[in-house]
């Protein structure tokens, strides 16, 4: 495992939840508006997490089946608590070599997971290679680059200030192609026909710093993998350094935004 991939952490459902779920579950229903598709459809999630696309699927779509799956135990686990539905079949596997037949999906989706996978052409020619011919493959990420996860860059720039080995474990870093114009390329790289680009955005409101603070004590993914690296004396320092610059409105809010770019395309 790289030193980067390392502080990912992907295993505890309820602090995911807390850090990033909670945020995921605003999109996902923007990202299937922008489907629009039928009912009765069979679905693929890769990356699904906890489950926070997989059950607006569910709720929205209609679905006549959903295949979810996720390398993560903890997270699988967390997710069938939470998506007890009989559409749903949540399993254990990788984006770079999906354990289904060619052409066997209508809808080939991905939610904030694609970015983290280390062979992402393989990941798309995979999406693709189980679609039904005409079917959907679309994905969404966060747009780390053009700094769109607000709180994270937010978190980046306050560590990177205090500790200069920071700076390349934060998300922009790691993940500079995730861009509207980078991402499109892949898909058609892939082999992916009228490939489309959109951003979809949310308001990120923290009740107060407490709100915003808490969830990166919890260890589940990249900035909180490195604030449980930190000592004692080296996390209060970057938690009261923020505390100092993040901005508040008069009642305490911590009233920042998130913009993820989704990408939509046909199989051919
Ligand atoms: C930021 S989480 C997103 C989870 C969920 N889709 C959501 O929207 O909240 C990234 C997910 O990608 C998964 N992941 C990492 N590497 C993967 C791979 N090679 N194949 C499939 N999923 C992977 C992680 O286990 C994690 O659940």
């Known amino acids: 495992m790289s030193g980067t991939s390392r502080h990912d952490a992907w295993q505890a459902g309820d602090s995911y939840e807390i850090y990033m779920g909670r945020w995921s579950r ?15 459809l069979d679905w693929l999630e890769i990356g699904c997490g906890t489950g926070a696309l997989s059950a607006a699927i569910l709720a929205r779509c209609d679905p006549s089946s959903l295949i979810a799956i996720d390398p993560s135990e903890g997270f699988l686990e967390k997710a069938r608590a939470g998506v007890p539905d009989p559409r749903a079949d ?12 060619d052409a066997s999906r209508d809808v080939v989706v991905s939610a904030l997971a694609l970015n983290f996978v280390p062979d992402r052409a393989k990941a798309l020619a995979e999406m693709r290679r189980v679609a039904r011919p005409g079917g959907t493959v679309a994905f969404y990420v966060w747009d780390y680059p053009g700094g769109g996860l607000q709180f994270l860059r937010a978190f980046w720039s306050a560590a990177a200030a205090r500790d200069p080995k920071a700076g390349d474990l934060a998300e922009d870093r790691r993940f500079p192609f995730c861009t509207a114009d980078q991402l499109e390329n892949e898909a058609k790289a892939a082999g992916l026909l009228k490939v489309k680009c959109r951003p979809l955005e949310t308001p990120t ?3 107060d710093f407490d709100d915003y603070w808490r969830p990166f004590t919890l260890g589940a993914g990249p900035a909180p993998g490195y604030v449980a690296s930190l000592t004692e004396e080296a996390r209060d320092g970057l938690r009261d350094a923020l505390a100092h610059a993040l901005p508040r409105q008069p009642d305490g809010q911590i009233a920042l935004a998130a913009r993820a770019w989704a990408v939509t395309a046909k199989a051919a």
């Open 26 to 40: 605003r999109i996902a229903p923007l990202f299937l508006d922008l489907l629009s598709l039928p009912r009765e």
């Open 205 to 207: 409101v923290f009740a």
């Open 90 to 101: 949540f399993r254990r596997g990788d984006a770079e070599a999906l354990d289904l037949p």
